[in-house]
Structure formats: C-alpha cells, structure tokens
C-alpha cells in the first residue's frame, strides 16, 4: 500500500496526471493529427479536421491556436468560413504545430496540425582559413539542407578594398567537396570571402569572414635554396654542354643525309645495270647473225671471224637462251 501510494505521489506531482489513463478532458483520441510540409514563400491552408458525425460545431466557434496564441496573434493569417486556417506567403518563422480548438464554456481541441517548412540552405559553420602567401585551404562542414538536398556551394572572394567580386569555379562547388584550395592571391593582402550552400528553392544564408595572407618570405627562400651556388658556377661548363648537343644534332644530320644518299646511289646502279644489260642483249642478235658486225662505227667488216670469236659468240648464245627461258618462266 505505501509503495503505490508512492508511486501516485509522484504521478501527480512529476506528471501532473493521474495514473491509470487520461481524464475525460485531456483524452486526446478524438484529436485528428497530420503533418504538412510545404515551400517557403508559398501560401498554405491548414484544414480543421474532425469526425463531423461525432463532434458537432456551431458556426463561427473555431479558432486557431500556435504556441497558446490565438490566430489574430499569428502573421499574415486567417479563418476561413470553413474553419481552415490560411496562411500567406509563410517563412522559417512560420514553421511550428497549430491547433483548432472549438471555443465555449469548456474548449475542446479539434485537430493539431504540424507545419514544416522547407527552406534554402541553413548557415555554412565551423568554416576554417588556412592561408599562405599566394594560396587559401578553406574548409567547412555541411549545413541543415532546409528540406531539399544540397546541390552545390557557392564561394567567391575580393580583397578588402575593392569591390570586384572573383567567384572560384564558376560559382558551382559540387555537394560532395567540402574544401577546396583557392589558388593566385596576393601576399600580405586581406581577403572578404563569402561562402552559402545552393538547393532546390535557391541560395541559402551567406556566412562571410576575412583573413589575411602572410608574406612571401617562404618563396624568396625557396629561390635563394634552388639558387644556391649560381654565383659560383663556371659558364665554360654550360658551354661545353652545349656545345656537344649541337655537335651530337649535327652528326646526326649528316649521318641522315648520308643514307638517304647512299639508297639514292644504290637505286641509280640499279636502273644504269637493267639498261646495259638490254643493250647487250639487243647487240648479241646482230652479232650472232652477222659475225661482222662492229657497233663502233656502225659498218660491215669483210674480215674472218677467228676461234675466238666463235667461243665468244658460243657463250652469248647460251646466255641469252637462258634469258629468254627466264623470262617465259616468269610469264
């Protein structure tokens, strides 16, 4: 007995309730609840939804109710005739849970109705500078969508005395990169970036910040490192080297002139050899046939031909039967 009177001590007093089930004026079964989720900067109409064969509702009893604050309270709002609530041109601010409460001597709830609005893209934080001299690291994390997938980021820069904004990337930074390297700054000069995440409905809220890059001491040492012993350096040397690639060029191209003469040379003897070989074999017919016969000075000789000459002719002879068989062969 002690031990559940304990435990209903601590019901009314945590709670506020008493245990064993709701009082007939908090019974919330007969309250119709729904979810509506809509665009910034449109107009929305909240239905007052309730079992009209259970509940009966005299005309002009309806009100609405947000945050315990009647609808005359909230912004750009009214009653319709129907007892729907429209709501015009409605932002963030709008976003929250409304009730139709049916006014008389005891108020009962009709219907509570959770409005959600789908926005652009929240605030970008916990943005993070690294400067150099002529370079920026800018990284960031990915803000609150508003309802819609973030589709890319937009960033863009200036130095603090000018006007002149640079987008980096056309002003398209993909969703899925959240650093990116911003590249020909100038040293020591303070920089204005502004930086927001794009969705659907468009451009979200701007975060804008300002850093200053540091001096270009780093690269003047870097070039006095790579520079290291220039002073010293004997010009001879660079001579020399060049020196022996012009001469290795030159070789080269009098070592290529020299084939293609050779080739040239070759296919010359070639063609001179093919038309002596036609002028022999056009002679030996006459030489054959008139053994007297003296291509110098074109004219017959009266004189005998020795045993020489017959070897000689013999010997023709062949030649120019196995020419001709040659030839009938290729045919």
């Not at 609840?33 to 259970?54: A, E, G």
Request: glycine share 6%.
């Amino acid at each position: 007995m002690v031990i559940r009177f304990l435990n209903i001590f601590f019901a009314y007093l945590c709670l506020g309730m008493p245990v064993g089930g709701n009082s007939p004026s908090e019974d919330k079964s007969h309250i119709t609840q729904y979810v509506l989720k809509v665009d910034q900067n449109s107009n929305v109409t909240l239905p007052c939804l309730y079992d009209k064969h259970v509940t009966t509702v005299a005309t002009g009893s309806l009100a609405w109710f947000r945050e315990g604050k009647n609808e005359k309270s909230i912004h750009h709002s009214k009653v319709l005739p129907n007892g729907s609530l429209f709501l015009i041109d409605v932002s963030i601010m709008d976003e929250g849970v409304y009730k139709c409460v049916m006014q008389g001597e005891k108020d009962t709830d009709l219907s509570i109705a959770t409005l959600n609005i789908r926005s652009t893209p929240g605030l970008i934080k916990n943005i993070t500078v690294i400067p150099s001299s002529v370079l920026a690291v800018v990284r960031w994390e990915k803000p609150e969508n508003g309802g819609y997938s973030i589709t890319s980021y937009t960033l863009r820069y200036r130095t603090l005395d000018e006007d002149i904004w640079q987008s980096f990337m056309s002003g398209h930074i993909p969703s899925t990169i959240n650093q990116v390297d911003v590249y020909k700054l100038e040293p020591n000069t303070t920089y204005v970036f502004q930086i927001w995440a794009n969705n659907k409905l468009g451009s979200g809220t701007v975060n804008e910040l300002e850093f200053t890059t540091q001096h270009s001491r780093k690269e003047v040492e870097l070039a006095r490192h790579l520079l290291v012993g220039a002073e010293t350096f004997d010009t001879r040397t660079w001579l020399v080297a060049v020196f022996l690639v012009f001469s290795a060029l030159i070789f080269l191209g009098f070592g290529t002139c020299f084939i293609f003469y050779r080739e040239y040379r070759k296919s010359s003897s070639k063609e001179n050899g093919d038309e002596d070989t036609e002028e022999v074999m056009e002679l030996v017919p006459h030489i054959i046939t008139n053994p007297g016969y003296h291509d110098e000075n074109q004219r017959w000789s009266t004189s005998e031909p020795d045993e020489e000459f017959y070897q000689i002719t013999f010997h023709l002879n062949n030649s120019v039967q196995l020419t001709n068989k040659s030839k009938s062969v290729n045919i």
